[in-house]
């Protein structure tokens, strides 16, 4: 699902990402609920500073936030309800305008038309970009999923992969 979003770009800056597990529903601009194996559903949410996901007894959210939370991990670890979450996240640097527009409508191509994923385009940049999307073949026997943030005033983009695996 593609979804053109009428508010400011928020997020500047890869490094301006904040990393949090457990907060509730912030106010999101797109939802999207994607059914999942053994009837779960991961609830991919739109922020208007980045993104929050759903599924099991697991909330994540890595976006601009106020406060004292963390910053984004390059690797993070938890376990819950008898869940394992497993999320990594890596920071690609483009060296130029062409090569991060590239990189930002393959990103776009590759999803567009999946029923299992949102994209959301801020206005003032076509390459504004925050995009989330199950994967489930990255976690067998679980749930996975995989963001990107797109940040057109640096070239860069986070990218994140999150798994959760039952435990039983």
Not at 148 to 154: L, V
């Amino acid at each position: 699902m593609l979804a053109s979003l009428d508010i400011p770009y928020a997020d500047s800056r890869a490094d301006a990402l904040s990393f949090a597990l457990g907060l509730p529903r912030l106010d999101a601009l797109a939802v999207l609920p994607v059914e999942a194996p053994e009837n779960a559903v991961v609830e991919l949410r739109l922020l208007g500073a980045s993104h929050q996901v759903f599924a099991g007894p697991f909330s994540e959210t890595v976006a601009c936030l106020p406060g004292g939370h963390d910053p984004v991990p390059g690797r993070f670890r938890a376990t819950a309800g008898g869940w394992a979450y497993d999320f990594t996240a890596t920071t690609v640097a483009h060296d130029g305008d062409a090569a991060f527009r590239r990189a930002v409508d393959g990103l776009r191509d590759r999803l567009a038309g999946r029923a299992d994923a949102l994209t959301g385009t801020f206005p003032g940049s076509p390459h504004a970009v925050t995009a989330l999307a199950v994967a489930a073949g990255d976690a067998p026997g679980g749930l996975g999923w995989r963001t990107w943030h797109a940040y057109p005033q640096t070239r860069e983009i986070v990218m994140t992969r999150s798994r959760l695996v039952s435990e039983r």
